[in-house]
């Protein structure tokens, strides 16, 4: 098994963008379903706000961010090479270091609100 994350964030898309990719509340337990039914992602979360939507993501393989990324374009009807750009990827213990970062209100646009920590419980 292998950990995955894909995601985008205020540092890394416009606006514009962030917002075709965002997963509303009501729709993440119908969306988690779809990522996970296939044989490639055993486990998901997906951590959707206003500034991020990130996938952190146990895979059959270290190629499991592929899978990943196709869940995102199918689900959200985007052209991979128009959203490709605006990912970033991380494998391993990076992923949780980043996630930590994410938590901690490190990574958000203003250092120190406490409203994505919530969002992650």
Known sequence: ???????????????????????????????LALLTSGPQ???????????????????????????VIDFLCDYHDI???????????SDGEPVVRHLFRVVASLDSMIVGEAQILGQVK
């Open 41 to 67: 992602v055993a486990e998901a979360v997906i951590l959707s706000t206003c500034n991020r939507t990130e996938v952190y993501a146990v895979t059959a393989t270290d190629e499991g961010s592929g899978a």
């Open 1 to 31: 098994m292998h950990l995955t994350m894909v995601g985008l964030s205020h540092k890394t898309a416009p606006i514009e963008i962030r917002e075709k990719l965002t997963f509303p509340a009501h729709r993440q337990e119908e969306a």
């Open 79 to 89: 052209d991979r090479h128009d959203l490709v750009r605006y990912l970033y990827i």
